[in-house]
Each structure stands twice: as structure tokens, then as C-alpha cells.
């Protein structure tokens, strides 16, 4: 029985990878902390690939990662969501922003703007109407502070102006941006719960004006511990972390359950990935991962 036919609130979370190469351990770790949480409250977890940006993409990526999820057991409900199948839905959402006076075309050149600071100053603020020249849209930001409750992180509060200024949505590539593609899917998928690495929360803000700007529910937020090298630095597909295996799903899990400092019992150490999972869904407790911010990738 699911959550609205119980008459309950939907519960619904999600994982969202980018298929720039195969699964590492650090996106694994999200991906398995939102399961757990969406499954330990009776919901559904969906999973959409962030495939917008075609230059970093892999075509082969996105299969890689399906296929590693569903040895692992972390089985996701309803079709898989591809966020280059939606681009209409993102254009219309810039339209509306637009109709509504909030976007500017933006021309400034890297250069410019490396000069600038991370806070744009508003150089292209002005600017009414699109020029010659490949422009990237931004969005107006105002001295509003944006406030939200992150489940573990407790109260951030930002004002955009001071943290990074009027941002873009539309690249200049004419790639839509992430900050204004993953509001429009929390919409579209139905998402109550974003459970994702603490290296997303300064982001959850300017997510949130545009949900205001567009008028679209907020989600609850949960950013969770990153998993960082033996430098301290956090495993990516930048720092070549190495790829999931699909041998010992159950072990993998298991590890990861560790690292989430959920204390999986010892015996289940060389059991199947269902019995890790069996176990992990009733037992899992958020609070046990309150006030850490890195967990290190050394297997223990
Ligand atoms: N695709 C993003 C990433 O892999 C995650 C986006 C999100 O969870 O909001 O870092």
C-alpha cells in the first residue's frame, strides 16, 4: 500500500546522477541514503539522469549506472526520468520568468567575470533586449533572505545578492542550468524529499527563489556527509574514484551502511544485497549522520 492510499502525505525521493561516467562510491552513498529514507517511510524513490549537459555526458554512462543500481537491489519506481527529454518543460519555464521581467540576457566574457569574484555584480542588469553576441539568461535576485529547514543541517539562511548574485539559468551554450532544470523536475516527478550531498546545500537557496518565482511547492532538504579521499577531498569523477562494482552487492552495501553510521550487524556481512537491505530499511535513523560533515572512503 502506498502512502496516498493510506490517506497519508506522499513520501517521495530521489536520486539524480550525472552520467559523466560510471557510479562511484560517493554517489552510491546518496543514492542509498535516499532509498533508505524513502522506503523506511512506505514511499517511492525515483530516479531521474541528469543528462543535460552534453559535452560531459557519456552515452554509456547512463546505462552503467541502471544497471549497477539494480544489482545493488535499489530497485526505483516509475519510468526513469531523463532530463533531455524535458527540455520543453524548462523552456516554458523560462518563458514565464521571462514574461515576467525576472531574466536578462547576460554577454560577459569569462574573463570578466573571473575578474568579478564569484558574485556577479550585475553588469548586464540593463540589458533589455538579446544582443548579437552568445548571451547566457540570468535571473534577478533580491535582498530577500531564503530561509529552509534542512532535516539535518537545521536553519541555512541566505540572501542571493550576497552569495552569488544574479545567477544564471540558460547558458550561454544555451545548455539550461542546473539550479533552474532540477526545480522543474522536483515538480514534475512529484518529489517531496531531496536527500543529497552536503556540496548541493548552498545551492537549495537559489532552487528555492525560483520555486517562489514560479510559484511551485517546496520539497523537504536533507544534505547528507560527503565521502572524501585521504586528502580530505570529495570522491568525484573529477578525482578519478573508482567505479562501483557489481561483484558483492551485499558486501558494497554494507560498507556504505557503515559509512552512514547506520552499525549494520556483523553477520550480515556476506549476505545478499536484499538481506542487507531487509535489515537496513527498517533500521535506518537520519540522526545517527547529525553534525558530520565527511566521511572517509577507507574501508573499515
Ligand atoms: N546530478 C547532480 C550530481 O550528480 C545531483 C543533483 C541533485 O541531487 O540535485 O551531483
Same mark, same amino acid.
Given at each position: 500500500m502506498n502512502a496516498s492510499e493510506t490517506g497519508k502525505q506522499p513520501y517521495i525521493g530521489r536520486f539524480a546522477p550525472s552520467p559523466t561516467g560510471p557510479l562511484h562510491l560517493g554517489s552510491l552513498y546518496t543514492a542509498l541514503a535516499s532509498f533508505l529514507d524513502a522506503r523506511h517511510h512506505h514511499g517511492q524513490w525515483r530516479l531521474r539522469i541528469d543528462d543535460l549537459d552534453r559535452f560531459r555526458i557519456l552515452p554509456e554512462a547512463s546505462d552503467q549506472i541502471l544497471f549497477i543500481l539494480d544489482k545493488l537491489g535499489l530497485y526505483w519506481d516509475g519510468p526513469v526520468y531523463y532530463q533531455s527529454q524535458h527540455i520543453a518543460d524548462y523552456d516554458a519555464a523560462i518563458d514565464r520568468l521571462y514574461q515576467n521581467g525576472m531574466l536578462y540576457p547576460c554577454s560577459c566574457s569569462r574573463k570578466k567575470l573571473a575578474q568579478s569574484g564569484s558574485v556577479y555584480p550585475g553588469f548586464c542588469r540593463k540589458n533589455t533586449h538579446t544582443s548579437q553576441q552568445p548571451y547566457a539568461l540570468r535571473i534577478k535576485t533580491d535582498a530577500q533572505p531564503i530561509h529552509f529547514i534542512d532535516r539535518l543541517q537545521g536553519k541555512i539562511q541566505q540572501c542571493l545578492p550576497q552569495t552569488?548574485? +544574479?545567477? =544564471?539559468? $540558460?547558458?550561454? +551554450?544555451?545548455i539550461i542550468a542546473y539550479q533552474l532544470a532540477v526545480v522543474i523536475d522536483e515538480q514534475q516527478q512529484h518529489i517531496t524529499q531531496v536527500v543529497r550531498g552536503l556540496d548541493l546545500l548552498d545551492s537549495t537557496t537559489r532552487q528555492l527563489y525560483i520555486q517562489q518565482q514560479l510559484d511551485l511547492a517546496q520539497p523537504e532538504y536533507m544534505h547528507i556527509p560527503l565521502i572524501v579521499d585521504s586528502h580530505g577531498i570529495k570522491l568525484s569523477k573529477q578525482t578519478q574514484a573508482e567505479a562501483v562494482s557489481a561483484h558483492n552487492p551485499g558486501q558494497t552495501l554494507w560498507h556504505l551502511l557503515q559509512k552512514l553510521n *547506520? #552499525? %549494520? %550487524?556483523?553477520?550480515? $556481512? #556476506?549476505?545478499s544485497a536484499q538481506d542487507v537491505l531487509d535489515w537496513a530499511i527498517p533500521h535506518? *535513523?537520519? +540522526?545517527?549522520? $547529525? $553534525? =558530520?560533515r565527511a566521511i572517509s572512503n577507507q574501508i573499515d
Open positions: 552569488t548574485g +544574479d545567477f =544564471i539559468v $540558460k547558458r550561454k +551554450d544555451n *547506520q #552499525h %549494520p %550487524p556483523s553477520e550480515l $556481512k #556476506h549476505a535506518w *535513523q537520519v +540522526d545517527k549522520l $547529525k $553534525k =558530520i
